[in-house]
């Protein structure tokens, strides 16, 4: 296509986060000084009062998926451009946007696609209500497996759909999805199925033949499958995402692809998701929602994002490399706490912890995390089935920081010692 490709892209993926290869260094990033956060609008802290019910600025905020870190220098930097344009109109034309999404999808992940592909939603729940509207209608069923990320339920049953929850089975300490199960029990109102990969609160990274399996079981029942990938970019080294269309290509034609700089390079506040279908039929579909929804893409989003992709591969790197450190760190010394368990993972920076060995019920587990480790994380029980008895915390926080979190929390469950 004779795009040219962005510099930072050409790093050969084998060897991305395994050392510090970028011309610039990893040294050049600061993940360890603890920014001041209250009092920004930081969801992550100013709604702890709110949710959690206290006012102690003590208390260590490891619950909403966003990171304590300061974005990567070049997207500030673009955004400091728009402000200097001083133009803020609604937004149009997002062709070399598109051909930057396009390029860090092959030249990270793999995947091919035509940059024509390419939707901008106001985040990836949004988007999940776009196709949610496009493929389904109040009654109908809609398949989660079960934990998993709590917005699709409240998403689903906000738009009067039913959740279908198929349980993920633990085996050998990591899950796995259960899909003979899952078809014995189908009862014929199911229209999509929403697979998170990679998996939060899991951490997993779900295998080519995995998803290649799903997909078939799509296609045997007619279901669209929604790939939710916005965590993608956030794999620890040696530890490559799959994206579902290239592990499933005979099934693209029912996949729909949503995913965000935002998670990997922590622009949640820019609202700004991407929706990818392959099919024609299906863009046509989407668009005409998102055309009804008189939705426009976010310019500061939108100009995030690019420069995320187009510039910031560097910084991602040095980012994995911290974030899998600290989770090397935190399964040490939490896992070695008694009755206590931390799933491994490959990626994400969220970790899924069972506590369902030390015999506690969740309303203790929760209280003894706020009120004696001062940790703000998430019960597992906003998660759907099989959450009990866990608790999801974030770690992509200075290794300080966290540093403090495992000594209060060896702290708060030391009579099991
Ligand atoms: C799997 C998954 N999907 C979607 C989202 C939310 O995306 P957005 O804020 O773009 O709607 C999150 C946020 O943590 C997530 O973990």
Redesign the pocket.
Known sequence: MGRKRPEALRLPHAVIGSAPHSPRGFMDFDFDTPLELWDTHSSKFDSIPRVFGTDDRDVIPMWV?DMDFAAAPAIKEALRAEIERGYFGYYANTSPVDMVVADWLKDRHGWEIDPSWVRYTH????GFGDVLATYSKPGDGVILFAPV?H?FYRQIEAMGREVVESLLKLVNGRYEMDLDALGAALKGHEKVVVL?SPH?PGGRIWSAEELRQLAEFCAAHDLILIS?E??MDLTFPGHAHVPTCVAAPDHIDRIVVLT?A??GFNL?GG?T?LLIAPDKGIRTAIDKTILDRESSPNRFGIAMTRAAFESSGDWLDALRVYLAENFDIWKDRVGAIPGVSVMDMHGTYLSWVDFTGTGMEDAEIKARILNDAKIAASPGTQFGTGGSGHMRFNLALPRATMMTAIERLEAAFSDLQ
């Open positions: 998926a985040g990836v729940i949004s990320y917005a998170c939060n939710d916005i965590h965000a935002s998670k949640a609202e998701g």
